[in-house]
């Protein structure tokens, strides 16, 4: 699975975005992808997962209420709307994607295939 993330940029504290993650190859197999981000010097955290076959989100407590995941099934798309943004949310958010419905935002490394990331600024 090739993951293909869009949509980061720079914005003002309060402020939304839109990011959105192509997926290609062996997408009929992937049952759960999700979204993380990274800040400088830390290690990858979750911030919202979707299974993809029963439209189930989780959500992490980061950005809970701030933040809705969806998907395109029919074009392999990833979603992730984020809103009231904050400077403390200025990090790489990846997409990944797992073939199993056990994979967890909690635990990054359940999740096998990722993108490249897209960097989100807020000020």
């Known amino acids: 699975v090739q993951l293909v993330e869009s949509g980061g940029g720079s914005v003002q504290a309060g402020g939304s975005l839109l990011l959105s993650c192509a997926a290609s190859?062996?997408?009929?197999?992937?049952?759960?992808m999700g979204w993380f981000r990274q800040f400088p010097g830390k290690e990858r955290e979750g911030v919202a997962s979707?299974?993809?076959?029963?439209?189930?989100?989780t959500y992490a407590d980061s950005m809970k209420g701030r933040c809705s995941v969806s998907q395109d099934k029919a074009n392999s798309r990833l979603y992730l709307e984020m809103s009231n943004l904050f400077p403390n949310d200025t990090a790489v958010y990846y997409c990944?994607?797992?073939?199993?419905?056990?994979?967890?935002?909690?635990?990054?490394?359940?999740?096998?295939?990722w993108g490249q990331g897209t960097q989100v600024t807020v000020s």
């Open positions: 990944a994607a797992a073939m199993s419905t056990r994979a967890k935002i909690q635990f990054p490394s359940t999740f096998p295939f």
């Open positions: 190859g062996n997408t009929y197999s992937t049952n759960c």
């Open positions: 979707l299974d993809v076959a029963q439209e189930i989100a």
